[in-house]
Every structure is written in C-alpha cells, then in structure tokens.
C-alpha cells in the first residue's frame, strides 16, 4: 500500500513500526473465552464476524475453529497479514485476510457481521470513535461489537492515550465497559447494533 491509499497520513506512518515489531503477542485470544462470558454473548449465534487489526491472525483463526465463525481479518501491516494466511494455511482454516487501511476497507464494506472484534486497536487510530460508528453501521441486527483499550499507556504508535473508564465512556460512548483479570491494564467495551 502507498501513503495515498490511507486516510490519515499518521496512522499511515506507524506501518513500518508495526513491521518491525511482528512479534509482538496480543493476550486477547488467550482471555477471549472470559470476555465472551463477561458480556454474555451466545457464539451460537454468531455466523459472520470481522476482526478488525487482526495482527496475525490469532483471533479470527480461534473463532473460526472453536465456534465455527466464517471471519474476515483486516489490518494495515503487509507482513502480518501474510503471518495471518499463513497460520490460517497451517490450521487449515478458511479466514480471509485483506491488508487494506481500516478507514477506508470499514467505509467501503456493506458485508453485515454479528461480531466485530477491534482489540488493541482504537488507540492505534485518529479517529477512533468514527471508527466505531462505521463498525456499527456494518452490523447485522442484533449484532454486537467487542474492543478494548489500555489506560493510561503512552506510547510512540498510541495516538490516543486513554486515563481512566470515565475518559473512555466519554470519547468512545460504549453501551458497557468490563474488566477482565489480566496482566494488562485494559478495560474491554461492547457496542450493539443501532
């Protein structure tokens, strides 16, 4: 992808950044399961969902083969979108992953989704409430959005930085804010459909 074909000139210039930290390990698959049952969502009823800055992968591969989930994957980096084909080619599990802006792909996308996931992910972006209204807009009825941000985590590729729940409710409007007991202090979000 070239500059032009972002939205945001900065989040465009954190791409090198994220491909040079490729190892970088998300805990969200490892407490997906917690956050399922916090926010009472039935998988059952989850056919479609999108993770959106998928990373390599790991969630959208845990939903496609614990629940059975036809997932679409999207994140800017080129090298973990090629991490993510490849381990989905090795679970032998049909997800789709697209390397695309998030802006524009969540913009252009008219696919409705039951899920959406968008983990670690808002404070990576300018306009993280518009982003959650464009998620929304993709939801099928009665569809549901999870997320999660950290408090209080400058950092170089963090253009948002995020104080306490209060802060969040106020810029992000969630429709509830959880906590779940892990190392990393983060507070996880729903949003539902409009």
């Known amino acids: 992808m070239q500059p032009e074909d972002y939205k945001y000139p900065r989040e465009a210039s954190l791409v090198p950044h994220y491909e040079r930290h490729l190892e970088y390990y998300s805990p969200v698959p490892a407490i997906m399961p917690a956050l399922v049952e916090a926010f009472g969502l039935d998988m059952g009823q989850v056919g479609r969902a999108l993770d959106v ?3 390599d992968g790991r969630l959208s591969i845990w939903l496609a083969e614990t629940h059975g989930v ?41 696919t ?5 996931v968008i983990f670690e992910v808002l404070e990576h972006l300018e306009n993280p409430a518009g982003v959650i209204e464009q998620c929304r807009r993709l939801l099928a009825p009665g569809g549901r959005i999870l997320g999660s941000v950290p408090l209080r985590m400058p950092y170089v590729a963090h253009l948002q930085v995020f104080q306490d729940i209060d ?4 810029r992000l409007q969630p429709a509830r804010v959880g906590t779940v007991d892990d190392q990393h202090p983060h507070v996880y979000l729903e949003w539902r459909c409009p």
């Open 53 to 55: 800055g998928c990373g």
């Open 70 to 110: 036809a997932v679409d994957g999207v994140d800017y980096s080129p090298q973990r979108i090629e991490r993510a084909r490849a381990n989905a080619r090795t679970k032998k599990v049909p997800v789709q992953f697209e390397c695309q802006d998030l802006n524009h792909f969540l913009e252009e996308r008219a």
């Open 112 to 116: 409705r989704y039951d899920l959406m």
């Open 167 to 170: 802060d969040v409710r106020s």
